[in-house]
């Protein structure tokens, strides 16, 4: 919380100064640090959320990444695995573009593709039963990324919906979300500075 926090006192950005920044850059350190704990947050609303699925939204999610882990995956793509359906609550209709954001600053670039692709190449798996081309995948055909996220949908996400599988609990996989989201791979572009 920063209600004790002094105030600068500009009314416009532009109006403000360097010590202004100095000050706000300083005390907006902890609540970047608090991300992965936000971001775990958001993945709970999932809980409950099944529409008829065999298990909710959110053990799905946790099962992706359970089935990644215990493949020997590596940290990353087990990150990459419990958060890739993350955005299901707030964007449905193009749910991977919010866990591809999300991801984005923690993740490597290809594994960033495979997450932002993912809905297409898991298609491949129901788009026929709903009336869809089911190989719209095709479309990235000799894209890099292809085979990674061909893969990452038939060995996992497509899998995850077995409501007897030994699924582990969240609490198994903070530490390693806190470890690779406490900060960005790189570090922060100017835009990334964010006041509002
Ligand atoms: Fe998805
Ligand atoms: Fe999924």
């Known amino acids: 919380m920063s209600n004790e926090i002094r105030r600068a006192t500009f009314a416009s950005i532009e109006q403000s100064t360097a010590d202004d920044w100095a000050h706000i850059l300083q005390n907006a350190a902890p609540y970047s640090a608090g991300v992965p704990e936000r971001v775990l947050n958001h993945l709970r609303l999932l809980q409950g959320e099944h529409h008829g699925l065999p298990v909710d939204r959110y053990t799905h999610c946790l099962q992706t ?10 940290d990353e793509y087990v990150l990459c695995s419990l958060l890739h359906d993350i955005g299901d609550s707030l964007a449905i209709h193009n749910h991977a573009e919010i866990a591809a954001a999300i991801l984005k ?11 932002l692709n993912h809905p297409v190449f898991e298609g491949f798996y129901f788009y026929d039963k709903v009336g869809v081309d089911r190989v ?3 479309q990235f055909r000799g894209h890099d990324g292809f085979d990674d996220a061909a893969e990452f949908c038939g060995e996992y996400d497509q899998m995850a919906f077995d409501a007897n599988y030994d699924t582990l609990p969240l ?10 989201m406490s900060a960005p791979r790189v570090a922060a572009e100017p835009e990334a500075i964010s006041v509002g």
């Open 65 to 74: 990444a359970t089935r990644a882990y215990r493949d020997g995956r590596d």
């Open 105 to 115: 600053p923690y993740v490597s670039e290809r594994r960033h593709w495979m997450i």
């Open 136 to 138: 719209l995948r095709e």
């Open 171 to 180: 609490e198994h996989f903070m530490p390693l979300v806190m470890s690779l």
